[in-house]
């Protein structure tokens, strides 16, 4: 039996094919390449490049290989472009998900992780986010998510199928042993950036809104490192593959830093200068998202091992560094 992990060449979605290999497991990804690498992929991996939403795509993947769990990662991530162009959003994200679910239940694959979004929740009162308030997504992308979560609880509960949906915080980092990291071309997500600024590929890093009601004034993450993310998805997989329940889990550390927080951190790791400049807040920012992860502590047993915001710049300015080597 195979797990299938979709957006396998995608950042997360590679780290999770390198930890699956790891462990001794067959994989087979699936990933259409509109933003993955090829390179990315473990070699070890069984690769099939398609779209999830395209006819006979997902339903030749699950007959011809024997998946007993599939990993779904394959979507699109960008909160902007998201309310430039919500119809990609509802294509890639909602739609390609529905016709994933709907061709498990069609071939008996009864396992389904599902990589969910702290953006489901919107702007909420709280400072530290549990899973249990109403969802209430301020943008496309987390809507676009939301409805996929409700598709895996309808299914679930119309089917034999079970599914452990992972609401992620900001991801950050790389492989520490370097196989791969985030390397999509034109990345907006701020570590990323802070780290191409440092380097020179920007002249400056926009710092968008100054006026959140947070201690600075800047928006307030809670950034997590992508390995303790993929030991979150692991883990997961073991809890559905042993008999566990439906659920769903924040994945985050539960303690949020300030854009000039990140700024000066990625400036002490880097020895280099980040130079910035005061743009307005982005469409669809709330100012602060920090998580409450003490369910994932508690019925799953995580234990972060990367917790450390200066661990974490270090290893995507590696993979920075090492991406720059190569061009
Ligand atoms: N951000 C920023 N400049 C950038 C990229 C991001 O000021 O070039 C801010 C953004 O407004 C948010 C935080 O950094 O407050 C994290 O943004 P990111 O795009 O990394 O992730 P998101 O939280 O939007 O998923």
């Not at 094919?17 to 993955?36: H, I």
């Not at 990993?71 to 960008?78: L, P, R, T």
């Not at 002249?203 to 959140?212: A, C, K, V, W």
Request: with cysteine.
């Amino acid at each position: 039996m195979a797990i299938l992990v979709t957006g396998g060449a995608g950042y997360i979605g590679s780290h999770m094919t390198y930890a699956l290999v790891d462990r001794g497991e067959k994989v087979v990804v699936l990933d259409n390449l509109s933003t993955g690498v090829l390179g990315l992929v473990s070699p070890e991996a069984r690769f099939v490049e398609g779209t999830i939403g395209e006819p006979g795509v997902i339903d030749s993947v699950l007959s011809q290989h024997e998946i007993e769990a599939v990993v779904h990662f394959a979507g699109s991530i960008v909160v902007p472009e998201s309310v430039a162009n919500p119809s990609k959003y509802y294509r890639n994200n909602t739609a390609a998900s529905a016709a994933l679910i709907e061709a498990c239940v069609r071939h008996g694959v009864r396992n389904f992780i599902f990589s969910s979004t702290a953006a489901v929740y919107g702007m909420p009162q709280e400072t530290v986010v549990p899973e249990d308030i109403t969802p209430a997504p301020i943008n496309p992308y987390g809507r676009s998510k939301l409805m996929t979560e409700w598709m895996l609880q309808d299914v679930s509960h119309a089917h034999d199928f079970r599914f452990v949906a992972l609401r992620y915080f900001n991801v950050a980092g790389a492989d520490p042993a370097g196989r791969t990291g985030q390397s999509t071309p034109n990345a907006t997500h701020l570590i990323k950036r802070a780290c191409q600024t440092a380097l020179g590929h920007y002249p400056y890093l926009e710092i968008f809104g100054q006026d959140f009601d947070t201690p600075d004034g800047t928006g307030v993450r809670d950034y997590i490192h992508v390995s303790d993310l993929v030991a979150a998805h692991l883990l997961a997989l073991d809890h559905l593959r042993g008999g566990g329940a439906s659920n769903i889990f924040n994945v985050g550390y539960g303690q949020g830093f300030s854009v000039r927080q990140v700024v000066s951190a990625v400036e002490a790791v880097t020895g280099k200068p980040v130079p910035v400049r005061e743009s307005p807040r982005r469409l669809g920012d709330p100012g602060m998202l920090v998580a409450d992860s003490s369910r994932l502590q508690d019925r799953l047993k995580w234990k972060p091992e990367h917790n450390d915001l200066k661990g974490i710049i270090r290893t995507a300015y590696e993979w920075e560094r090492r991406l720059n080597s190569r061009v």
